[in-house]
Structure formats: C-alpha cells, structure tokens
C-alpha cells in the first residue's frame, strides 16, 4: 500500500493530526513526510508535495499512478470511502449529517480560538488560557465547542461525540489538546469525552511523538 501522509510538526500542526488521527482509526499503513513548520524554506519544502503549500497532504500511489489529496477534511473523506468502508462516519443518517455538520463547522470556523490558542501539545499555559477567554471572541467560539459536545454526547449517549470513533472526533482531537494546554474549564462529562480521546492508542502515539520533539516555533 503505497499511502504517505505530509504532515507539519506533531507538537503544533493540528490539521495534520486531524487527517493523520483518521488515517490511524482506518487500520491504514501509510509513510509520513515531516515538514518543519516556520523555517525559511517550509512554503517551498511542502510545495514539492502540495499545490497550497499546507500540510496535510495524502499521496495514494496504490491505483497505479499518483493521487494528491491536499486538504484535511477531504484527506478524511477519501480515506472513509476508499479504506474504509464508510466506517468513520455513523452508519445511521441523521447522525452522519449531524456529524458532518460538526466537522464542517470546525473545518470553517472557531478562527479566534485557533489564532488565541493555537495547539502546543507541549505546553501548559493556564494564564495565557485565561488571558484568551477573556476576549469575547475567543470565549464565545469555547462555549460553542462546550454545547455542540453536550449535545452529541446526549445525543449518542458516549463515549465518543457520536457512539464509536469518528471522524467528528478526529477533527475535535486537536481542540482536546488546546484545551487541556490552556486549562479551559469544563464539565464532568466533557472532561470525560476528552480523556476518552487522549486515551485513544493512535492519539497516544501522536501526543508522544509531539512531546519527543525537540522545535520550539515562535508565536505559539
């Protein structure tokens, strides 16, 4: 199977782990391509494998010539229906519509969360986390998080957002991180979602990874 994925650094890139997280939850076996985020010649480096010069980037080399998938929701999309059989998303219709509206309202929004806490797996920032839930910006975007997992959690009843992992899950693995770097306060039952995604083998292996790595990026 010849899949890699091009992914930034796994302490700070949290598209990456967005379409690294789906790709491990499908079973699949793939290469992984690490660019350096922030360094003089990152643009250029990701521009040998992607047209927009972000990471993520999946290249499918199995079909006999050479795919490029260059965004992390479509990564996501692809490998759901190519690997795994439609198994990242809930087999039940209104669930898998309420789980692709979660998943596109983080792939499209919650821009003062991320500019205000953006991912540092490394960190423990719980003054820097107040300073940005005092924006009401940046405290507006958390509270939205807080509800839509309330209600997807009421809703399939656990532990995950939507009953078993998804890709809804996936795309939220980062804002667990955030979360837990800037000591945002939640709810027993939210503190308990994100401990059910931490413990995840594959989040493990990502969190381990990140904390194995020796860049420290200005700005985060």
């Known amino acids: 199977m010849a899949l890699t ?78 690997y795994a059989g439609g198994a990242l998303w809930p087999a039940e219709r209104a669930a898998r519509a309420r789980a692709r509206a979660v998943v596109a309202e983080m792939h499209s929004g919650f821009a003062g969360l991320r500019a205000n806490m953006s991912m540092d797996i490394r960190a423990h920032a719980p003054a820097r986390g107040a300073a940005a839930l005092a924006r009401p910006d940046v405290a507006a975007e958390v509270e939205r998080v807080r509800a839509l997992w309330s209600e997807c959690l009421q809703r399939s009843g656990g532990p995950l957002l939507f009953g078993a992992v998804s890709i809804a899950d996936a795309f939220y693995a980062p804002v667990v991180m955030r979360f837990a770097t800037y000591a945002v306060p939640l709810a027993a039952a939210l503190q308990d979602y994100c401990a059910q995604v931490v413990a995840m083998p594959v989040m493990r292996q990502w969190i381990d990874a990140a904390r194995a790595e020796l860049e420290v990026l200005p700005n985060h």
């Open 5 to 82: 994925l091009v992914i930034g650094n796994k302490n700070y890139s949290s598209w990456s782990l967005r379409a690294w997280l789906a790709m491990k939850i499908a079973g699949l076996a793939f290469a992984e391509t690490r660019v350096l985020l922030d360094e003089p010649h990152t643009r250029d480096n990701i521009l040998r494998y992607s047209p927009t010069g972000r990471v993520p980037c999946l290249i499918d080399e199995t079909a006999g010539y050479e795919l490029r998938i260059w965004d992390s929701l479509a990564i996501c999309e692809y490998v759901n229906e190519t």
